[in-house]
């Protein structure tokens, strides 16, 4: 069971200042217009990687995990430990060690891995996502706001053309050639799906 202890205060992955930078947007398209180009490419990211990016207090409360044949795994990343116990009682921070690849807690004893059964529940309370760019102290990966640029980018060149045209030759003048937008994983532009590929959240339960 995960429960969002506190939300996180935006979604958007860039910012509107940045999108009118990249597309040398002008005073003619107005500032919601903007927002909305960010808002629709943030969360069109956001399902297609199936995670939420910005940072969140979250309780995730993990039953008998000694008899799931592992360690609790911690089911969104990036994540900061805030708390941790076992059947009520508050597991000290030197007895356990948090896998930040793979969100795995490993029990500990005298400093070194302990492969006893963890108890019945589990309840770890963290803080998990990144600090996005419209927030101060920013730590969400550059590539993924870029990411979103070119989402945005990719969109407004598709309402602008025909979105089936793959290439157009012209007699004198030579060839055109576009990316069909659409040819991605999960809708996603195939370019774009790249980069994200890091970022896409498997679940765990």
Do not use: K
């Not at 969002?4 to 003619?28: C, D, K, N, Y």
């Amino acid at each position: 069971m995960l429960i969002v202890v506190t939300p996180a205060t935006s979604h958007r992955l860039t910012t509107p200042s940045a999108v009118r930078e990249r597309l040398e947007v002008g005073e003619a398209i107005s500032d919601v217009q903007v927002e909305e180009w960010v808002d629709a490419a943030s969360l069109s990211i956001a399902d297609f990687c199936e995670r939420r990016f910005g940072r969140e207090r979250l309780r995730q409360i993990i039953r008998a995990p000694g008899y799931l044949g592992g360690d609790p795994q911690l089911a969104r990343l990036p994540a900061t430990i805030v708390s941790l116990t076992v059947d009520g009682q508050a597991l000290p921070q030197d007895q356990y060690y948090l896998d930040a690849e793979s969100g795995c807690i490993t029990r500990l004893r005298g400093g070194l891995p302990e492969s006893w059964w963890w108890g019945g529940t589990v309840v770890a309370e963290y803080w998990a996502g990144w600090v996005l760019p419209e927030e101060s102290g920013r730590t969400l990966p550059q590539n993924v706001e870029e990411a979103c640029l070119m989402l945005i980018s990719a969109q407004r060149h598709a309402q602008i053309r025909d979105p089936q045209l793959r290439s157009r030759s012209t007699e004198g003048v030579g060839m055109e050639s576009y990316t069909d937008y659409r040819s991605g994983a999960g809708g996603m532009p195939q370019h774009i799906a790249e980069r994200l590929t890091r970022y896409i959240r498997y679940s765990v339960a």
